[in-house]
């Protein structure tokens, strides 16, 4: 089974900046990498799905590249409101759907 | 709107069973496929298991199979997870989740608020 990792397991950064989370999988797959962002206390949601197109109603600061085994998801402009969570997901392979360990975002 | 609403978690025991349920509206129930989604406490995210709109056919994750089964009711618009032989490993926030692509792929447009079980003596 292919394993997600994403880096860095957590990250400090100011309001403004530019923050890149990367998610790698363990061989090369095909695009159907997804980014889930999860609020404290919330439900994850949706953010990029097929490695880079924006979910409905996502803000355009979020942004998802790559291609078989790296992936990024990038924040252009770091909000107070993004401070959360982040997964990343490889989808359509049932029974393999997996999910990255999880980027704990904060603001320095 | 999509509403999905969880319902059934608690404090169980090891070695018993529980039921969770998941009431869906604001889509076509049928048309999709289900997934049930867990959290351990301050833990990410784990896939459990999916089962395709008509319900003919389902997947499960290797640390639930054999114990846990996912079904749907598609005239009650309610999505199942029946767990047996629980665990303490098993205590988590389940989520049930709609398809997005309407099979059995994974992705997630759509979630539950949760119910927790805690699995403990």
């Known amino acids: 089974d292919i394993q997600m990792t994403q880096s860095p397991s957590s990250l400090s950064a100011s309001v403004g900046d530019r923050v890149t989370i990367t998610c790698r999988a363990s061989?090369?797959?095909?695009?159907?990498l997804a980014w889930y962002q999860q609020k404290p206390g919330k439900v994850p949601k949706l953010l990029i799905y097929a490695a880079s197109p924006l979910q409905s109603g996502v803000p355009s600061r979020f942004s998802g590249s790559g291609s078989g085994t790296d992936f990024t998801l990038t924040i252009s402009s770091l909000q107070p409101e993004d401070v959360a969570t982040y997964y990343c997901?490889?989808?359509?392979?049932?029974?393999?759907?997996?999910f990255g360990q999880g980027t704990r975002l904060e603001i320095k | 709107q999509v509403q999905l609403v969880e319902s059934g978690g608690g404090v169980v025991q090891p070695g018993r069973s529980l039921r969770l349920s998941c009431a869906a509206s604001?889509?076509?129930?049928?048309?999709?496929?289900m997934h049930w989604v867990r959290q351990a406490p301050g833990r990410g995210l784990e896939w459990v298991a999916v089962i395709s709109y008509d319900g003919s056919n389902e997947y499960y994750a290797d640390s639930v199979k054999g114990r846990f089964t996912i079904s749907r009711n598609n005239p009650k618009n309610t999505l199942y997870l029946q767990m047996n032989s629980l665990r303490a490993e098993d205590t988590a926030v389940y989520y049930c989740?709609?398809?997005?692509?309407?099979?059995?792929?994974?992705?997630?447009?759509?979630w539950g608020q949760g119910t927790l079980v805690t699995v403990s003596s």
């Open positions: 604001g889509f076509i129930f049928r048309s999709y496929g």
């Open positions: 997901q490889k989808y359509n392979s049932a029974p393999s759907i997996t």
């Open positions: 989740a709609k398809d997005a692509l309407g099979g059995m792929g994974g992705l997630f447009d759509y």
């Open positions: 061989q090369g797959m095909s695009n159907y």
